[in-house]
């Protein structure tokens, strides 16, 4: 089951950077060996100053844009590195990996999930049951912003 916000775009923009201290601990980590050209890289991309929404949706569109989908990458250590610097190309956890990196160096609390993609090709008629494997599954960027956990849905 995916779900799409119900935040409406002005109540996401109304949003304050008053981040909750457990909220900083736990999704602006960064490997102490991070190199400094990817803070660079978000930062020509998105403005430190605008709201982290608009920073988060420039740094998408960015990577849509400019990283094709790809799925004969090379594994390097430095994988992340290696998909924005050099390859400029890679599959959904290159994608969701290098958007959360590059949120956090701006300070902007973000995290990777995980799960399945599923349609009516997975299902299986006569065991009544989706049949999912490694080709379904998915990983995509979560950005946190304060007091949307508040905003209800009128359906």
């Known amino acids: 089951v995916g779900a799409i916000s119900i935040a409406p775009i002005q109540s996401i923009l109304n949003t304050t950077q008053d981040y909750p201290s457990h909220i900083k601990k736990h999704y602006l980590q960064l490997p102490p060996d991070l190199p400094g050209n990817i803070k660079n890289l978000a930062l020509d991309i998105s403005n430190s100053t605008e709201h982290p929404y608009v920073s988060a949706r420039k740094i998408e569109n960015h990577l849509r844009s400019n990283y094709p989908y790809a799925l004969d990458v090379n594994r390097p250590p430095d994988v992340i590195g290696n998909f924005l ?41 006569s065991s009544k049951s989706y049949k999912i494997s490694e080709v379904n599954s998915w990983s995509w960027p979560e950005v946190y912003f304060p007091g949307l956990d508040r905003i209800q849905s009128n359906t």
């Open 85 to 125: 610097f050099t390859e400029k190309r890679g599959y959904f956890d290159h994608h969701a990996s290098a958007m959360t990196l590059l949120l956090r160096t701006m300070g902007i609390p973000s995290r990777i999930a995980t799960g399945f993609t599923i349609d009516t090709n997975s299902f299986d008629i």
